[in-house]
């Protein structure tokens, strides 16, 4: 009987030569590829991490198979959010010491994730060949996922730039502080001189109510359409919540340790709004996490 290890190099030697990948779908595999989100802040301390972890769970709740890539290399703690540490990171698959599979690790509510550790600045680094066998290795994730969601650093830097640009969409978080508004609006500009038909969703944490939420959106939204000539997407708020802070002590989701409290009621309303897609977006391919892979590693490379 073939063991598991075995199991894993068949199905990545099957994807890299184009043949049929796990054909008794023992993965739950597909051809259609994902959608990659980028997870962003204009600064630092919003809380975007633990939005992309209660919004993974959400939309896994939802019936979407999920992935989060920790690309924060400054500050990775997804982890440490979950109280789960994994035993590889990005940095073992591109040394050839582990593969893809190998490197995700199971998380809360069947969502998965991996680390990047220092591995996202390393892919520069690698040669055409390599970054191909890269590419065929990481399109694994196209076929197990219907979401990927990226939590990249926070602020303007080069390299969160580069993750922001090479997404299908970018998941904004702001909070209602003056600072974390400005910088989310210079954040916009920037995307908006490389390209303003990015589609940008925004959402507000620790709103006292929805009136102050829905008055930041509103205003960010304006100024954004006047001054930018762009259009942004308002996906809703999570409330400032006693809940959230005993979660992350606990070092737990608060969407599962208080499933009942007020912001576990929001992270749930915006995870049914990406799903459903009630915005009025207009309609783009999911380009996948291969075709994001080239696009990152082309912004990075510039």
Do not use: W
């Not at 191909?132 to 196209?142: P, W, Y």
């Amino acid at each position: 009987m073939m063991d598991q290890a075995e199991r894993l190099r068949q199905i990545i030697d099957n994807l890299r030569v184009g043949n049929n990948v796990d054909p008794d779908n023992s993965l739950g595999v597909r051809e259609k590829a994902a959608k990659v989100i980028t997870v962003t802040s204009g600064k630092g301390g919003v809380g975007k991490t633990n939005i992309t972890i209660n919004l993974a769970i959400a939309l896994s709740q939802l019936g979407r198979r999920v992935t989060i890539l920790d690309a924060d290399f400054g500050l990775a703690n997804i982890d440490i959010l979950l109280g789960i540490v994994p035993k590889y990171t990005l940095v073992d698959v591109l040394h050839n010491k582990r593969n893809i599979l190998e490197a995700l690790t199971d998380g809360p509510q069947n969502i998965k994730f991996m680390s990047g550790g220092s591995g996202v600045e390393e892919l520069i680094k690698l040669d055409g060949m390599q970054l191909e066998k890269f590419v065929g290795d990481i399109s694994l994730l196209d076929k197990m996922s219907d979401v990927i969601l990226i939590d990249t650093g926070a602020g303007l830097s080069d390299s969160v730039m580069s993750f922001v640009m090479a997404a299908d969409e970018v998941f904004l978080v702001t909070t209602p502080e003056p600072t974390s508004i400005t910088d989310a609006y210079a954040l916009i500009k920037m995307i908006s001189n490389r390209d303003n038909s990015k589609i940008i969703k925004v959402v507000v944490n620790r709103a006292e109510n929805a009136n102050e939420a829905k008055d930041i959106l509103n205003r960010l939204s304006m100024v954004t359409e006047k001054f930018l000539a762009m259009k942004l997407y308002p996906l809703g708020f999570v409330p400032q919540d006693e809940s959230v802070i005993k979660a992350v002590k606990l070092q737990q989701p608060f969407s599962l340790s208080f499933p009942k409290c007020e912001a576990t009621k929001q992270i749930k309303e915006i995870s049914r709004r990406l799903v459903e897609g009630s915005l009025d977006i207009p309609n783009r391919q999911e380009n996948g996490i291969k075709s994001f892979v080239r696009r990152l590693v082309n912004l990075m490379n510039t």
